[in-house]
Nanobody, 125 residues
Framework: VQLQASGGGLVQAGGSLRLSCAAS????????MGWFRQAPGKEREIVGA????????YYADSVKGRFTISRDNARNTVYLQMNGLKPEDTAVYYC???????????????????WGQGTQVTVSS
């Protein structure tokens, strides 16, 4: 499985960005696509995740109400729409795919087997 993330950039606080993650290779309906981020000096953390079937979605508390994950199964692409961006959202954003067992494990990086290359998001104040 290969993942290609894109869409990062520099935006002012309050602005919006949409990240894309195109997947290729062997993709299963039960696979989960996750978005993680890592700021300098901090651990990688979950932003949100969605299963290709659409029946399971997870958001970190810090982004609920501001970020939305969606998928286009025909294009094997997952999107992360980020609105109301804050300086603390600044990080490298990674997409990943794996098979977490349930919503209680979707936030764990260890549950994801394949990772994209990351895309930088910088939010200026």
């Amino acid at each position: 499985v290969q993942l290609q993330a894109s869409g990062g950039g520099l935006v002012q606080a309050g602005g919006s960005l949409r990240l894309s993650c195109a997947a290729s290779g062997r993709i299963l309906s039960r696979d989960v696509m996750g978005w993680f981020r890592q700021a300098p000096g901090k651990e990688r953390e979950i932003v949100g995740a969605i299963r290709w079937t659409g029946d399971l979605t997870y958001y970190a508390d810090s982004v609920k109400g501001r970020f939305t994950i969606s998928r286009d199964n025909a294009r094997n692409t997952v999107y992360l729409q980020m609105n109301g961006l804050k300086p603390e959202d600044t990080a490298v954003y990674y997409c990943a795919t794996g098979q977490p067992d349930d919503i209680w494990t979707m936030h764990l990086p260890s549950k994801y087997d394949y990772w994209g290359q990351g895309t930088q998001v910088t939010v200026s104040s």
